[in-house]
């Protein structure tokens, strides 16, 4: 087998997709490392590029699919995996593939990638719609990583924190520095993992009131929240109804919303989806 990522079948790397490849072979072998695969597992490797830990994967994989946007790179993939019946590679964005397209049984997914960080919030929103792999393991921007994780209270827990953790446990695996991809980002990085709650908390429809909720409470964020959920017009709440969300977040009306948990947002927006049915305003991915 050839070492991945060296060979003149892979183009240089495209700044208009964001492509900075992963070199440093001490985190490559890591991150297959935390992917933790068995075998008959199959995985999802997002965003591929050279191949600089599809090998490793591979070789410990029952099935791989590979989602490669970028044409040349998918096509030397496929060169690479021609002969290994149980590599597959799509030429694809990751955010027009459904799970279910790929496998009978979505939810044993094992997800890795090293994604484009623009595109961080609108990739692990579509990874966290119904039907939610078994984990996913990611390379993001450091920052986002430590607001994705981030706990109530800090100054960048907001709503990409509760939207994240309300229905998954998020866990920080690896710090990354600019020096293990070529060519160099201008930000650290990190991995970290993402393992839905199974069964989800939430149904479909409650889901879609808790990003209703917390897209308006953090346009608010210097607000007490008392205010917030009777003033907001997201959200329209008469306040009787604000008293019963108070109640079930267990919070105090001058809380501010980085203050609340959560359980406690999740609490808020199964009450919602209660009093107002499970119909909520339709949102885009990547809010």
Known sequence: MPDPGVGPSFPPPRR??????????????????????????????????????????????GTLILVELDRD????????????????????????????????????LKVVGNIPYNLTTPIIFHLLASPRPAEILLMVQKEVAERIASEPGSGVYGALSVGVQAVAKVEPVLSVSPGAFRPRPRVDSAVIRIRPLSPSPLTGGQEIWLRTLTRAVFQWRRKQLRKILRDHPDLD???????????????????????????????????LAASRGEKAPDLEDGR
């Open 16 to 61: 208009s997709l964001g492509q900075n490849f992963l070199v440093d072979r001490g985190v490559q072998r890591r991150i297959v490392e935390e992917a933790g695969i068995q075998a008959g597992d199959v995985v999802l490797e997002i965003g591929p590029g050279r191949g600089a830990i599809t090998q490793g994967l591979a070789e410990r994989a």
């Open 73 to 108: 790179l998918a096509r030397a993939l496929r060169a690479r995996y021609a002969g290994d019946e149980h590599v597959r590679v799509l030429q694809e964005d990751i955010l027009k593939v459904r799970l279910e397209e790929l496998t009978p049984e979505p939810e044993a």
């Open 237 to 271: 709440l008469d306040p009787e109804r604000v008293e019963e969300l108070l109640e079930a977040a267990s919070a105090h009306p001058t809380d501010r919303p980085e203050t609340v948990s959560p359980e406690g947002f999740r609490a808020m927006a199964q009450k």
